[in-house]
Structure formats: C-alpha cells, structure tokens
C-alpha cells in the first residue's frame, strides 16, 4: 500500500494564480483532511469530508475550495493564490466515525507551496 | 473551543536521558488523545492513540499517560538516542465524532546530542 499520497511536493506561484493539489489514498478510508502548517501555529485543518460527494469547512476555509468526486481523493483547490497562503499543505485520511475512540489519522508527505 | 498547548517548545538534551513532553488541553470532553512524530521535511506518523477510557499506552521505549480530568497528556521517551530527534505534536479528537476533526498543539522539537 502507497497509504497517503499527494502532489505535487512543491510548487511556486505567483499572486492572483490557480493551482490545485491532490490527495489520494488506497487504505479504502472515508474520511479524507486538509491542513496547513505554519511556523509556531501548529496544523489547521482547512477542509474535510467525511464521505464520497462530501465536503465541510474546517478552522481556515477562506480561500480554498475543495472536492471529493472519488472515494481515494480528495482536491485541495487554490483560485487566486495570496501570499498569505504559502504554507505547507498535509493531506490526512481515517476510518469512520463509529471507531471514533480509536481511529488515527494518516498523513501525506506533504506539499511545500510558495506564493510569491 | 478547545485549545491544545505543548510546553517546551523545543528541547536538547544529551543521548541516554530520559524526558518528558508535556500537552495540556482546555476541554476535558474528547475521544482519544493522539501523539504523532514529524520528521523534517516529511509528513506526521502516528505514535501512541489514548483513547478516553485510558490512562496510558506505552510502546517500545514510549509512553504516552493521560490525565483528562486535570486535561493533561505526557509521552515519556526512555533512553533517548539521536534518532529519536523531531518534532513531537500532540492532538485530541473532541465531540462531535462524527467529524474525525483533530485539534493540535504547535509542537515541541527535540534535539538528541550524541
């Protein structure tokens, strides 16, 4: 199993471009987590979906739009890329809730993105 | 709104210590209380998962105790070696469930000298 992966690793955009990066995992999970990490501010979570055709708004949603077509990924989209949004981007899957007490969360290796 | 907070930030010591990390949380209501190991550059692998019923895991040379009524998590690491150097983050699940939402705090970094 490849478990969590995302592309691309890193990108440079300018202010006022689009881009959007993919998540995708083969552990079948239904919960499916983009968040950001920024120096000193731990990980936001950004957008989640706990389901194929789902999606919800997480701490920091402003900004980004997102998209579960298919059960294995889940699009973290960017319209007019700001400064502000240079970050690094992980994308995370789980189990369902009803293993609530005991499921973790599975981590990409991340995407270093830089808005210039 | 629950808050997630790691103190130190960061923290040397020398190879063969043993350490404490501290996590402390606003909101005694969660799930389970998780720890995770980042590694520079990479993505977040999941150490120790302390469900509320629990006060402790523990798992080759860690261990993870958890104290809600006081909202209070430590990860003991015995006999630290260099690579256990990273960046150690802690997260609690709270309710609603059925979000899987995860809370975190900024982290402690940890600096094994050899």
């Known amino acids: 199993n490849a478990g969590v992966t995302q592309t691309p690793k890193f990108r440079v955009l300018k202010t006022g471009q689009s881009m959007t990066l993919l998540c995708a995992q083969d552990?079948?999970?239904?919960?499916m987590y983009w968040y950001r990490q920024d120096p000193g501010m731990g990980l936001r979570l950004i957008h989640y979906s706990v389901g194929e055709g789902t999606t919800a708004k997480g701490e920091v949603p402003d900004g980004y739009n997102v998209s579960r077509l298919k059960k294995q990924n889940f699009l973290l989209g960017l319209e007019s890329a700001a400064p502000s949004q240079t970050s690094v981007y992980f994308c995370?899957?789980?189990?369902?809730?009803?293993?609530?007490?005991?499921?973790?969360?599975?981590f990409g290796p991340g995407t270093r993105l830089t808005v210039l | 709104k629950q808050e997630v907070t790691q103190i130190p930030a960061a923290l040397s010591v020398p190879e063969g210590e043993n350490l404490v990390l501290n996590c402390s949380f606003t909101d005694s209501a969660i799930y389970n209380l998780q720890w995770f190991r980042q590694d520079p550059g990479k993505g977040l692998t999941s150490l120790l998962l302390?469900?509320?019923?629990?006060r402790e895991q523990t798992s080759g040379r860690l261990n993870a105790s958890l104290d809600k009524s006081s909202g209070r998590s430590t990860l003991y690491i015995a006999a630290s070696q260099p690579g256990d150097s990273a960046t150690y983050l802690c997260a609690v699940k709270s309710p609603p469930s059925n979000t899987g939402k995860l809370i975190f705090g900024q982290g402690t970094t940890l600096q094994v000298k050899p």
């Open positions: 302390i469900q509320s019923s629990q």
């Open positions: 552990m079948n999970h239904e919960y």
């Open positions: 995370a899957s789980s189990y369902n809730h009803e293993r609530g007490a005991t499921d973790t969360q599975y």
